[in-house]
């Protein structure tokens, strides 16, 4: 196969191999140099790091920072109420420990920060602040190439480099030339984000790309873990936001940046009535008012003057241009109408949400070798931006340890020749079936069995189980998908990778038995509260050779229980 | 979503193929092209990019769009941003990025 399709096998050694060069991985390497300027450090990367990622239409806020109103201390009280009481306190505390440090090192590398009249950040609410983000993520490619840095763009990682039950390396494809790679590393980090395009998505044909989470997300980083028996945490809670309809707008600018009061068809503002009022119950009640007849539900902007409005149109140009157009099409000025709002599709994410690897407060995963950082780490929800940079910051600490102690390991040959017939296997074989045509049909089961946007994002166990039968069917139609070339060769790895998500994500569903994180996990079978079943983190490791995800429960501790120790995982 | 190529502007320098994040934009027979406009996610990387302002933002038609577009250029520590309406006329928006 490899002389028919001309393939070139690059081997190359570093010592520390950083997958993803977004917020988290980008952050790690420079850290990495400062921290150790003779360590050979090569970020692999499936698009150019100058524009990839979650910040590619920037953004204009900063949502994770201590201003002088907050502390760690009332930071990880803040995420841990958000998020029903289970979080990992070690994870939140660790990061909210150093978000303010590390806001101030990229505002050196060039991020404007905006400042109130006494030259202090401007806070936007208690634990953000306004940014004129636009260039965020140049700003991090450009800091990133000061330094002797490999940066390896376009190629897509496939699998972990795997022995015994510790990672050795990572190995990719290039989608631009027809090379196959073979990194060994001392140690690696995990740092490719979260994944969409699991669920159906709000809008179709045209704009079916129009999501709240980048579309070339496709959880690379967890499938590969998945697929390397390295244990999950939380798939369960899928992260729903609430967005502008039809563009998928962010509406924290609206209702922190612009103080739009939440309101129903008739004008009342519908959240007055709830005691407490956390992201998750935000959409919640949106969706209620919806059922209950008194949609559409709306973000209010009609109090802000002309100034007001080109504010708010250029803080959405730093993040989330669409809406512009949407105003410039309707012809109306954003005063003018209110802006509507919905519940986007269901995502696996480690940033907003906690779906993640399962790690030590050392940002080590439970296979030695392998560290995870910002979307793709699991269990500290609302680490956003800065807490991704914190992780990566984290995880380099601790892996540059390791790869003082850690000798070279050889690769056996047997190991590059399967990945790499599995890898080329959708351009050789006789297939019929195109990627996009198994994603429409992943999608459409989760969306209608597992919890997606037309089934009001509840399921219950008849559904998982439909959900779970038909997800077996489609993964063993990926033998008959075909492509035509390295850009289709893609796509067919990420939906096999999203189908593999899929899978996890059911089987977590299925075995949570409570609902207490709103429309996040909403078991129609479990509605009543039962602390044994809440409090616990449900974990999972797959077992490749069976095909099965096995399930595994784990302890929820209080920061006083477990204290900020560095951990490992493994 | 979706981007526009003016082919006429643009220079073929192959900044926005080379940046793209969906490896969405590539060259055939001389001219850029997008090879799903579907697959876009409406980022803008290429559209601040293009030194010649031959790329272009619009609404697909799924989700109400009736024409408007938006262009970007930087000048100095500014990005300028032009969205023009169906009706033709054009709004220019200034935002301080450094």
């Given amino acids: 196969m490899e002389k028919e399709l001309d393939i070139e096998i690059i081997k190359k050694e570093t010592d520390l191999l950083i997958i993803g060069g977004g917020a988290a991985g980008i952050f790690a390497a420079v850290k990495a140099k400062e921290m150790k300027p003779e360590c050979e450090v090569t970020i692999m990367e499936k698009s150019n790091i100058k524009w990839s990622g979650c910040l590619a239409a920037g953004i204009n806020a900063i949502n994770a920072y201590i201003t002088p109103d907050e502390t760690p201390e009332s930071f990880l009280e803040y995420v841990k109420n958000d998020n029903n009481g289970v979080v990992r306190d070690d994870l939140v505390y660790t990061i909210a420990q150093q978000l303010n440090q590390v806001t101030e090192e990229v505002e050196r590398w060039g991020l404007p920060i905006k400042k109130d009249e006494n030259d202090n950040y401007l ?69 490719t984000g979260g994944a969409s395009g699991i669920y159906k998505p709000n809008n179709e044909g045209g704009a079916k790309h129009k999501t709240w989470y980048p ?28 967005r502008v309809k039809d563009v998928i ?31 998750p119950i935000r959409l919640q009640a949106t969706l209620r008012e919806n059922k209950l007849g008194r949609g559409p539900c709306y973000l209010d902007v009609s109090h802000l003057d002309e100034e007001g409005c080109e504010g708010l149109r250029k803080k959405f140009l730093n993040m989330s241009p669409s809406i512009v157009l949407q105003w410039a099409d309707r012809e109306v000025e954003p005063n003018e109408e209110p802006i509507e709002i919905t519940g986007s599709e269901p995502y696996i994410v480690g940033g907003h949400g906690q779906a993640g690897y399962w790690i030590g407060v050392d940002r080590s995963t439970t296979l030695k070798g392998l560290y995870a950082a910002g979307d793709v780490a699991g269990g500290a929800p609302k680490k956003y931006v800065t807490g991704a940079f914190v992780e990566g910051k984290i995880a380099v600490e601790n892996a540059l340890k390791l790869i003082k102690e850690r000798s070279e390991k050889k690769v056996d040959e047997r190991f590059i020749w399967q990945e790499f017939q599995r890898v080329y296997e959708p351009l050789q074989q006789p297939g019929i079936l195109k990627p996009q045509e198994l994603e429409i049909r992943l ?118 229980e477990v204290g900020v120790q560095y951990e490992c995982a493994y | 979503m979706s981007v526009r190529i003016n082919n006429k502007s643009c220079n073929l320098c192959g900044i926005c193929i080379d940046i793209c994040p969906g490896n969405l934009l590539l060259k055939k027979e001389d001219k850029v092209v997008i090879r799903a406009p579907e697959e876009c996610w409406d980022c803008a990387a290429c559209v601040k990019e293009c030194p ?36 033709g006329e054009i709004n220019e928006y200034r935002i301080k990025i450094k």
């Avoid at chain 1, 707008?249 to 103080?259: E, K, N, R, V």
Wanted: positive net charge; charged residues 30%.
């Fill in chain 1, 215 to 242: 579309p070339f997300n496709a959880g690379a980083g967890y499938a590969m873990g998945v697929r390397a028996g390295a244990e999950m945490t939380s798939f369960e809670m899928r992260f729903i936001a609430l």
């Fill in chain 1, 443 to 560: 999608q459409k089961v989760m969306d209608e069995y597992a919890g997606g946007i037309s089934s009001g994002y509840q399921v219950n166990r008849k559904k998982l189980l439909i959900a779970k039968k038909r997800l077996k069917q489609i993964e063993a139609d990926v033998e008959r998908l075909k492509v035509e070339n390295l850009h289709q060769l893609m796509a067919a790895h990420e939906v096999v990778d999203r189908i593999l998500i899929a899978k996890v994500v059911v089987a977590h569903l299925l075995h949570r038995k409570e609902t207490r994180w709103p429309v996040y996990q909403a078991n129609l079978d479990f509605p009543e509260q039962n602390n044994q079943e809440w409090f616990k983190f449900v974990n999972s490791v797959y077992d490749s050779k069976r095909e099965k995800v096995l399930i595994k429960e784990r302890k929820c501790h209080d920061l006083e």
């Fill in chain 2, 52 to 87: 010649t302002q031959a790329i272009e933002l619009y609404l697909p038609s799924e989700i109400g769009g009736r024409g408007a577009t938006l262009r970007a250029k930087k000048e100095g520590n500014e990005r300028i941003w032009a969205c023009k309406n169906p009706a």
């Fill in chain 1, 123 to 191: 806070a936007r609410s208690r634990r953000s602040i306004e940014i004129n983000g636009d260039e965020f993520k140049p700003i991090l490619a450009n800091r990133v190439e000061e330094e002797d840095v490999e940066i390896l763009n376009r190629v897509v990682a496939t699998n972990y480099l795997v022995e015994n039950g510790e990672v050795y390396g990572a190995f990719g494809f290039s989608i631009r030339e027809n090379r196959f790679y073979v990194i060994r590393a001392k140690a690696v980090i995990c740092a």
């Fill in chain 1, 249 to 279: 707008a962010p509406t924290g600018t609206l209702a922190l940046g612009a103080d739009a009061n939440q309101i129903n068809a008739y004008g009342e503002n519908y959240l007055k009535d709830y005691d407490r009022i956390t992201t």
